[in-house]
């Protein structure tokens, strides 16, 4: 019953600014840590930002400064806008909600491709 959609990926230029979003449904959002991860063909799913119910943020070194992860509780959706965008940013993008119980919900997830 939980569902996490995320949308916003595509085909971006080097440099680009994409934002994406995910909405949540079937839970009650504004209690959990929500996380964006992402994953390339051939290497392992890693994980990009997330923040917590009080919005504190956590990011990985690759994409400090680049990359800013936020959310609305009330619209029970989380953001990741994305700066200065380069190749190796190329992944699939997927959403994740993390309970108290240690129990992970994932969505489908949105392609970004940084080519030009």
């Known amino acids: 019953q939980v569902q996490l959609v995320e949308s916003g990926g595509g085909l971006v230029q080097p440099g680009g600014s994409p934002r994406l979003s995910c909405a949540a449904s079937g839970i009650i959002f504004s209690r959990y840590v929500m996380g964006w991860y992402r994953q390339a063909p051939g290497k392992k799913r890693e994980l990009v930002a997330t923040?917590?119910?009080?919005?504190?943020?956590n990011y990985a070194d690759s994409v400090k400064g680049r990359f800013t992860i936020s959310r609305d509780n009330a619209k029970n959706t989380v953001d990741l806008q994305m700066n200065s965008l380069k190749p190796e940013d190329t992944a699939l993008y997927v959403c994740?909600?993390?309970?108290?119980?240690?129990?992970?919900?994932w969505g489908q997830g949105t392609q970004v491709a940084v080519s030009s």
């Open positions: 994740n909600v993390l309970t108290p119980l240690g129990v992970s919900y």
């Open positions: 923040i917590t119910s009080g919005g504190i943020t």
